[in-house]
């Protein structure tokens, strides 16, 4: 069973940073695919960042690039999110996301979710 536990959530004004983390649990991880998704209030899901656990290659949804990074940290199989300059429009419940690499892709298919964690972003 796998599991995934978000943390790092919180309020923050326009500008700031926060780092969410993700631990993951109950599974070898090396062929797993981890990504970040948000949902805004009335709003779909959508994709926002993506590693490869082995190789450590990355996606990143254009609002986003050149602010948020992706990482993990293999030994401990937690992954990271660092978020920076944030703006009012990234307030969501931030989701942690697994799927195996057998089904190619960053940006859906996700299998297994976290609980999310809010990030609110004023102005």
């Known amino acids: 069973q796998v599991q995934l536990v978000e943390s790092g959530g919180g309020l923050v004004q326009a500008g700031g940073s926060l780092r969410l983390s993700c631990a993951a649990s109950?599974?070898?991880?090396?062929?797993?695919?981890m990504g970040w998704l948000r949902q805004a209030p009335e709003k779909e899901r959508e994709f926002v960042a993506a590693?490869?656990?082995?190789?450590?290659?990355?996606d990143y949804t254009d609002s986003v690039k050149g602010r948020f990074t992706i990482s993990r940290d293999n030994a401990k199989n937690m992954v990271y999110l660092q978020m920076n300059s944030l703006k009012p429009e990234d307030t969501a419940v931030y989701y942690c996301?697994?799927?195996?690499?057998?089904?190619?892709?960053?940006?859906?298919?996700?299998?297994?979710w976290g609980q999310g964690t809010q990030v609110t972003v004023s102005s």
């Open positions: 996301g697994a799927k195996r690499v057998y089904y190619g892709g960053y940006r859906d298919g996700y299998e297994y």
């Open positions: 109950g599974r070898t991880f090396s062929l797993y695919t």
């Open positions: 590693i490869r656990w082995s190789g450590g290659s990355t």
